[in-house]
């Protein structure tokens, strides 16, 4: 008697045939975050430029891994956005403190975001995706502060006074780093408000991080 398989059969999409791989994810939005840092929409003399969401793509890294493995990245990329400023022309303060504090330390602070994750009562849809819309903007606007933070700290230690007196200095470098990264972190949390990219990242997230061996990955 000829037995009928009654299994259901689960055709592997493109998409899902990536599923689980982290290498390929990482390396996917890092090189989006390194190239896109390259496009500077606006350019301070004394460096410090906005860029075309080059800091989204990498906090996704992070969004996406957790915090340990984000601040390995961010490291790496500090890097590799040392050699993308230089390229680009923008200034570069030489001195070995300050191409440390701005680059791999800055960058690998700004994983920091990731602190806010994994919070508990995260919303879990039936597609089996979770949305945690908190975490994403909030994270990521902690991530943008911790990296301003490295980079006013750089200014205080490693440059000629902009004016006179400590608190006047300090004041005058907060507002000049932070003017150009709350540019771009507000035009991101406005990007982030837009449903269609919400799904679009949470779907990601969750081909991304999710193993092979699970059938039950569902479009929405």
Same mark, same amino acid.
């Given at each position: 008697m000829e037995t009928i398989d009654t299994r259901p059969n689960f055709r592997l999409r493109p998409v899902d045939r990536l599923r689980g791989n982290r290498l390929f994810w990482t390396v996917v939005l890092l090189t989006m975050a390194?190239?896109?840092? !390259?496009v500077k929409p606006v350019v301070l003399p004394d460096?410090? !430029?906005v860029t075309?969401?080059?800091?989204?793509?990498?906090?996704?890294i992070t969004f996406f891994y957790g915090p340990r493995y984000g601040f390995c990245i961010g490291v790496l990329f500090g890097f590799l956005k040392l050699g993308v400023t230089y390229l680009t022309g923008e200034f570069i303060n030489y001195?070995?403190? !300050?191409?440390l504090l701005e680059y791999p330390v800055a960058y690998g602070a700004f994983a920091l975001g990731g602190l806010l994750l994994n919070r508990r009562h995260v919303q879990w849809e039936e597609d089996g995706v979770a949305r945690d819309s908190?975490?994403?903007r909030a994270g990521y606007l902690l991530g943008v502060f911790c990296l301003g933070g490295c980079y006013v700290l750089s200014a205080n230690l490693?440059?000629?006074p902009d004016r006179a007196g400590f608190w006047a200095n300090f004041l005058y470098s907060v507002t000049y780093d932070m003017s150009y990264l709350l540019i771009e972190a507000a035009l991101t949390l406005l990007l982030?408000?837009?449903p269609a990219v919400l799904d679009a990242i949470y779907y990601l997230k969750f081909v991304a991080t999710t193993p092979k061996t699970d059938p039950t990955l569902r479009s929405f």
């Open positions: 390194t190239l896109l840092s !390259a460096g410090g !430029a075309c969401f080059s800091l989204l793509f990498l906090w996704l001195n070995p403190g !300050a191409l908190f975490g994403l490693f440059y000629p982030l408000c837009i």
